[in-house]
């Protein structure tokens, strides 16, 4: 009789496992309030090409790990295609992660608040945004900027923006405009870490 109440019970082990392993994995940074402000010293690199904010940004934060590996080395490496609205190349945000994991770093999409970010950011590890560059809000005006930093006292996010410069920054509520989907107050973003 024991046998047959394990048995009956082991689906719900298995689920609690399941869980339990699932959320283990699950990283919930959360930020320390306290910590007003935070800097990360990524190195800037500018962009070489039109339209290789994605390709910069992922040497920025390379460089950042240690690894100095040429612009044009990643765009080779995630097949940049010239023609920006076929979403291959320099705006595949899963080319670039998969890259990533082949030089032996992690590296994860994920769906962000500003609150999230500031959590990163205070763990030492720099956030790729993928947004709007600018209004208006169209699709050709995609971008790719690295977090590095954020202000409380401003109300400010720091990037490192091809576009706009090292130390860009931007106000949380003008970040939060640019972001791509329907809920601004998620941002679509890349993390590497180690």
């Not at 080779?76 to 670039?96: H, Q, R, S």
């Not at 609150?115 to 971008?143: C, D, T, W």
């Amino acid at each position: 009789i024991e046998m047959k109440i394990l048995l009956k019970r082991i689906p719900f082990i298995m689920t609690i496992i399941l869980l339990t392993i699932f959320l283990s994995s699950c990283s919930s940074i959360i930020p320390d309030p306290a910590i007003k402000y935070t800097y990360i010293d990524v190195p800037f690199q500018s962009c070489l090409t039109y339209n290789g904010c994605g390709v910069a940004s992922l040497a920025m934060v390379l460089e950042y790990y240690n690894m100095s590996i040429s612009q044009e080395e990643i765009a080779e490496a995630i097949m940049v295609d010239d023609n920006p609205l076929t979403n291959e190349g320099y705006g595949n945000p899963c080319k670039m992660i998969s890259y990533v994991k082949k030089l032996g770093l992690k590296a994860k999409f994920k769906l962000m608040s500003i609150n999230k970010i500031k959590g990163y950011l205070q763990e030492g590890i720099p956030v790729i945004a993928i947004q709007f560059s600018r209004f208006p809000r169209i699709l050709q005006n995609l971008h790719y900027r690295v977090a590095i930093g954020y202000d409380d006292d401003f109300s400010e996010l720091i990037f490192h923006d091809v576009l706009f410069g090292e130390d860009y920054r931007m106000e949380y509520s003008y970040f939060k405009s640019l972001n791509i989907l329907k809920n601004i107050d998620i941002c679509s973003s890349i993390i590497i870490y180690e």
